[in-house]
């Protein structure tokens, strides 16, 4: 995160956790996009705290905001724009999400805030994820600027930025082509020009939270092969689970495997590629062809730098790993150590335990 801060990124936050470590890092102020839903009172005091924008997910949201924290100068709502944009596997159809203002009640709230003195105003929506096609994302810019000229001209509010959401898409398969960035970022200049530039709206500035693109495919899990096993299909499992990485238990998500000293020898042989989890969908990878798998082979699953470490969890008792850093001189630094079994039992009193009544 600092390291990003210092190449001119800010935090879209969502947590109170993830709001300590943007300020940790140094990330303050404006450069803080906080966007949560079902949100506790103590998370939007401390954005308020430090005057973060806050970007709201529901038009009940703003009396509870103005009860517990107070209503800030600068105000954003997030849209769903419903049955306009198709939505996917991983985030859902939007008419179906629980994210968001509806069109009517987008009009109800930034009213409600104007007429409130607030005078300061952005405009967001999330409707992609993993998207790879770069005209999804000229079509949800069109379909905010057209949105911020009716609530303009309904209203007489100023509309500071537009927040686009994130989902641009990374290449998780090798036969996948990237996005392109030039074709994106053009149609959304051009839908810009002819929107709000020809309504005398602008300028406006125009986020993304792209942490998918810049992290995803820079994060590896490295993992030893414990076992082979050989039933009714042969497993290779691994010292890894999906509470290091949980996207294709989750989502039957594809992450490919390099097989570390083996890359070129020929992918002959089906495996699923397990971990230890007590769950039948702890795999990383289902009637996987790889080659012949040994017990203390190194296997890469690439492309776990966005959703890897982050959405990691202790089912069974299992504990994190290590996350290192590369830096481009070669150089490693440990960023995170690997949990301990103290750790885990950090919360519970086991010094009470011969007093427990049973």
């Excluded at 300020?23 to 949560?36: A, V």
């Excluded at 641009?168 to 959304?188: F, T, W």
């Excluded at 010292?239 to 996207?247: G, H, I, S, V």
Aim: some cysteine; hydrophobic content about 40%.
């Amino acid at each position: 995160m600092k390291i990003l801060h210092k190449e001119g990124f800010g935090a879209d936050c969502s947590s109170l956790a993830e709001l300590i470590m943007a300020q940790q890092t140094g990330i303050t102020g404006e450069e803080i996009m906080f966007t949560s839903n079902d949100t506790p009172a103590d998370e939007y005091i401390r954005a308020k705290e430090l005057q973060a924008i806050i970007n709201l997910d529901d038009i009940s949201h703003i009396s509870y905001l103005e009860a517990y924290a107070g209503l800030p100068s600068l105000i954003c709502f997030r849209y769903n724009p419903g049955p306009l944009k198709k939505g996917n596997l991983i985030i859902g159809h939007p008419e179906e999400a629980k994210y968001g203002l509806t069109r009517d009640q987008l009009i109800s709230a930034y009213k409600i805030c104007r007429d409130k003195g607030i005078k300061r105003f952005g405009i967001h929506t999330m409707v992609a994820s993993n998207e790879l096609a770069a005209g999804y994302f000229v079509e949800t810019a069109e379909i905010l600027f057209e949105l911020i000229v009716e609530l303009s001209s309904k209203l007489n509010i100023h509309f500071e930025f537009v927040n686009l959401g994130g989902g641009v898409g990374i290449p998780y398969r090798p036969e996948q082509e990237r996005i392109d960035l030039s074709a994106m970022s053009g149609g959304i200049k051009e839908k810009y020009e002819n929107i709000i530039s020809a309504n005398g709206l602008g300028p406006i500035r125009i986020f993304m939270e792209c942490g998918r693109y810049i992290t995803g495919p820079y994060g590896y899990l490295v993992a030893k092969v414990l076992h082979i096993k050989d039933t009714y299909k042969k497993f290779a499992g691994l010292d890894a689970c999906m509470a290091n990485l949980m996207r294709p238990a989750l989502y039957g998500a594809y992450h490919h495997l390099t097989i570390l000293g083996k890359e070129d020898k020929s992918p002959d042989i089906t495996y699923d590629v397990t971990g230890s989890l007590c769950e039948n969908n702890d795999k990383f990878a289902i009637d996987r062809r790889l080659p012949e798998l040994e017990r203390g082979d190194i296997i890469v699953i690439h492309d776990a730098g966005a959703h890897g470490y982050a959405m990691g969890f202790n089912y069974n008792g299992k504990l994190r790993s290590a996350e290192l850093l590369l830096r481009e001189n070669a150089e490693v630094i440990q960023i995170r150590r690997p949990e301990t079994v103290d750790d885990y039992f950090a919360t519970l009193d086991f010094a009470n335990l011969t007093s427990f009544p049973v």
